[in-house]
């Protein structure tokens, strides 16, 4: 048994949900009972229910049988930042409050050491104001978009790689039966690891990342080459951030409720339009959207989110707080928070999978 003081903790998972979640609810909870004796308050849809008060004991049973589940048996949202908290007034209109002093006090209500904040970038940010402001926090980074600065990777990415990889595989037989552009668009937000790895995986003929600014020239060329060359389809990889020749990004809506308002969408279409004007080759788009999301969590993400689950389960019930559970070389570490705050961690342009694609005839088309 470890430290008396940290028995009883809070999980919640906040933002866009990713496969993974589910095993770290199950390894905190386990672990956290298991080896410390310690209970476990399960608090439902992310910050949203920090702020409104709704949470349950997480019971063994509960989180027994949930390793390969996809989704949070808690629920999340990406509307839930306390400190830009929405609230509907009596004639539907929509107002943003801070909401910060509720989510603390029902920290100190609910009695806990330590709360566990499963998410991304915008979690770490909240999880961060909320230590500063006196509550024990240990984030534990999720996310498909591999994002999230100090860390080497965040579970829920492999799995999204998979899909797109498994999507590009199975675009090809048919872009191959009728000579077709396939435009493949991924998500990502502002990093392009997801349409990177994926598109390698995949072997996508042209890969288009909002870390690279490509021409349309370059673009048609490469396809009209492997037209020239016999290949009888090309395939394209279109991360949802990349930016357009012109410098903007392609959005498919705002909205103020969210962590982050603007809500990326709609690139791939515009890629397929350009390249049948610009080659006169016939495209198709194919928007994978939140397919990357769902479902079960390969055998990586599995992993990984035990690492991560325990690892943060372990440091909470032995008083530690302030840091996310991190994956650096190899290993778990814990960081602390201002450092998973930083900037986003997006494709450095010397990364060897860039190297590597290029060395295949893969085309960025930046060149
Ligand atoms: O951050 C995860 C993510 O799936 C991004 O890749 C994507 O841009 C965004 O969430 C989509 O958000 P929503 O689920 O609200 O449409």
């Known amino acids: 048994m470890a430290d008396e003081k940290a028995r009883r903790i809070g999980v919640l998972t906040g933002g866009g949900d990713c496969p993974g979640l589910n095993a770290v609810i199950r390894a905190v909870t386990k672990t956290a009972q298991l080896e410390y004796g310690a209970s476990v308050l399960g608090i439902q849809d992310g910050f949203e229910g920090l702020v409104e008060g709704r949470a349950h004991e997480l019971a063994h049973q509960e989180v027994s049988g949930i390793l390969g589940l996809g989704g949070t048996i808690l629920g999340s949202s990406n509307k839930g930042d306390p400190w830009h908290y929405p609230t509907e007034t009596a004639r539907g209109k929509i107002e943003i409050h801070d909401m910060a002093f509720k989510a603390i006090r029902h920290v100190e209500r609910w009695q806990l050491d330590c709360l566990v904040a499963i998410g991304g970038d915008g979690t770490m940010h909240i999880a961060r104001r909320l230590s500063e402001a006196g509550v024990p926090v240990i984030g534990v980074p999720k996310t498909i978009d591999n994002d999230v600065p100090a860390t080497d990777v965040t579970f829920g990415f492999d799995t999204a790689v ?20 396939m435009v493949v668009e991924v998500m990502g937000r502002y990093a392009g690891w997801i349409a990177l790895m994926g598109g390698v995986a995949g072997g996508a003929d042209v890969i288009l990342i909002p870390e690279i600014r490509f021409r349309w020239d370059s ?3 490469k396809v009209d080459e492997r037209q020239t060359q016999g290949k009888r389809f090309t395939m394209v990889c279109v991360a949802e951030g990349v930016r357009l020749p012109d410098g903007t990004e392609v959005v ?25 004007q610009g080659t006169g080759h016939e495209a198709r788009v194919t928007v994978l959207g939140h397919l990357q999301r769902g479902g079960s969590p390969t055998s990586f993400d599995r992993v990984l989110a035990t690492r ?16 996310m559970v991190a994956l650096r070389d190899g290993h778990i570490e814990a960081v602390p928070l201002e450092q998973a705050t930083g900037e986003l961690r997006r494709v450095p342009l010397d990364h060897d999978l860039i190297a590597a694609a290029r060395s ?3 085309s960025f088309g930046d060149h």
């Not at 909470?316 to 840091?323: P, R, T």
């Open 162 to 181: 998979s899909v797109v990889c498994e999507a590009i595989d199975r675009l090809a037989s048919t872009a191959s039966s009728h000579h077709r552009v």
């Open 219 to 221: 673009v048609f060329r």
């Open 252 to 276: 498919a809506e705002f909205d103020s409720k969210r962590t982050d308002a603007k809500r990326l969408g709609g690139a791939g279409a515009v890629v397929a339009r350009a390249i049948e």
């Open 308 to 323: 991560y689950g325990t690892a943060a389960a372990r440091l909470a019930c032995s008083g530690q707080a302030g840091v």
């Open 360 to 362: 295949v005839g893969t």
